[in-house]
């Protein structure tokens, strides 16, 4: 009986012992664990913004021509429509439809009165009624529309009285405007902060010449604007080669890390 006590106690005791050891264990553990935390806290989660750069491919509205190369790129890219054309219509709502960002083109008078103007340009000495009466019939004509960018326009641009009522319209509608920057007079910038209205202005133009190398260089131009500036706008048109070289430099823009975007994301 007294052994059978004695062998009791012992595993008792074994036990014990091996309870308080694995509780130093542990205890030895989680202080460590605590130590390693505060000498190397989690970072905290963070995410960096990439480059943007928005493209935006003007003067759509005259043909189809170019209108499946364009769909093919699959990329957030943004179209400016000429109002009042055949086309107009069709492709805005072709693109609105297959994930293209469309703006109205809107023709405004140029200084250069050689340059042969639009249907629906909108002049600087037209009357109140007559301005507003010919931007809604052009709005009407591009369903779909995100925003307002300048076809020609250099005189047009530079009158303050002028875009004060255009861009009155334009918060209204809620519509931003891409001021394609063709004078280096234009009061578009400071209209449009006095108007709350969201704008952008053109970083660089794509292509001025239609040569595939070209382009590509300008395409280099606005990702390294986009890298510099953390956002850049370049402007082309409906061209085949135009819309071929932006394909062909899609790669190399996600290899330096800058995102194509649309219109709308950069617009302040």
Same mark, same amino acid.
């Given at each position: 009986?007294?052994?059978?006590?004695?062998?009791?106690?012992? !595993?008792?005791?074994?036990?014990?012992?091996?309870?308080?050891?694995?509780?130093?264990?542990?205890?030895?553990?989680?202080?460590?664990?605590?130590k390693?935390?505060?000498?190397?806290?989690?970072?905290?989660? %963070?995410?960096? &913004?990439?480059?943007?750069?928005? $493209?935006?491919?003007?003067?759509?509205?005259?043909?189809?021509?170019?209108? @499946?190369?364009?769909l093919?790129?699959?990329?957030? =890219?943004? $179209?400016?429509?000429?109002?009042?054309?055949? /086309?107009?219509?069709?492709?805005?709502?072709?693109?609105?439809?297959?994930? !293209?960002?469309? =703006?109205?083109?809107?023709?405004?008078?140029?200084?250069?009165?050689?340059?042969?103007? +639009?249907?629906?340009?909108?002049?600087?000495?037209?009357?109140?009624?007559?301005?507003?009466?010919?931007?809604?019939?052009?709005?009407?004509?591009?369903?779909? !529309?995100?925003?307002?960018?300048?076809?020609?326009?250099?005189?047009? %641009? +530079?009158?303050?009285?002028?875009?004060?009522?255009?861009?009155? +319209?334009?918060?209204?509608?809620?519509?931003?405007?891409l001021?394609?920057?063709?004078?280096?007079?234009?009061?578009?910038?400071?209209?449009? &902060? +006095?108007?709350?209205?969201?704008?952008?202005?053109?970083?660089?133009?794509?292509? @001025?010449?239609?040569? !595939?190398?070209?382009?590509?260089?300008? *395409?280099?131009?606005? *990702?390294?604007l986009?890298?510099?500036?953390?956002?850049?706008?370049? $402007?082309?048109?409906?061209?085949?080669l135009? $819309?071929?070289?932006?394909?062909?430099?899609?790669?190399?823009?996600?290899?330096?890390?800058?995102?194509?975007? /649309?219109?709308?994301?950069?617009v302040?």
């Open positions: 009986m007294k052994n059978k006590l004695k062998i009791s106690i012992l !595993i008792l005791a074994g036990l014990v012992l091996f309870q308080a050891a694995s509780i130093g264990i542990l205890w030895v553990k989680n202080a460590r664990l605590k390693a935390l505060a000498r190397k806290p989690y970072p905290a989660a %963070t995410v960096r &913004a990439a480059s943007m750069a928005a $493209i935006v491919l003007d003067d759509w509205g005259y043909n189809t021509r170019n209108l @499946n190369a364009l093919s790129l699959k990329e957030p =890219i943004t $179209i400016s429509v000429l109002p009042n054309l055949p /086309y107009s219509r069709q492709i805005a709502e072709q693109a609105h439809n297959n994930a !293209i960002e469309v =703006i109205l083109h809107l023709p405004l008078e140029a200084h250069d009165s050689r340059k042969s103007p +639009e249907k629906g340009t909108i002049y600087t000495y037209m009357e109140r009624r007559e301005v507003l009466a010919s931007l809604q019939r052009s709005i009407e004509s591009v369903p779909n !529309i995100k925003g307002v960018s300048n076809h020609q326009g250099s005189k047009a %641009t +530079e009158d303050e009285g002028l875009m004060k009522l255009l861009f009155g +319209e334009f918060r209204k509608k809620n519509l931003y405007f001021d394609s920057l063709v004078t280096n007079n234009s009061v578009c910038r400071r209209v449009a &902060a +006095e108007t709350k209205v969201k704008f952008a202005a053109r970083s660089v133009f794509l292509d @001025n010449e239609n040569n !595939i190398d070209y382009i590509k260089g300008q *395409l280099a131009e606005l *990702l390294s986009a890298k510099q500036n953390k956002f850049a706008v370049g $402007i082309g048109h409906d061209r085949p135009t $819309i071929k070289a932006i394909s062909q430099m899609v790669p190399e823009f996600r290899r330096q890390g800058v995102k194509l975007v /649309y219109l709308s994301e950069v302040k």
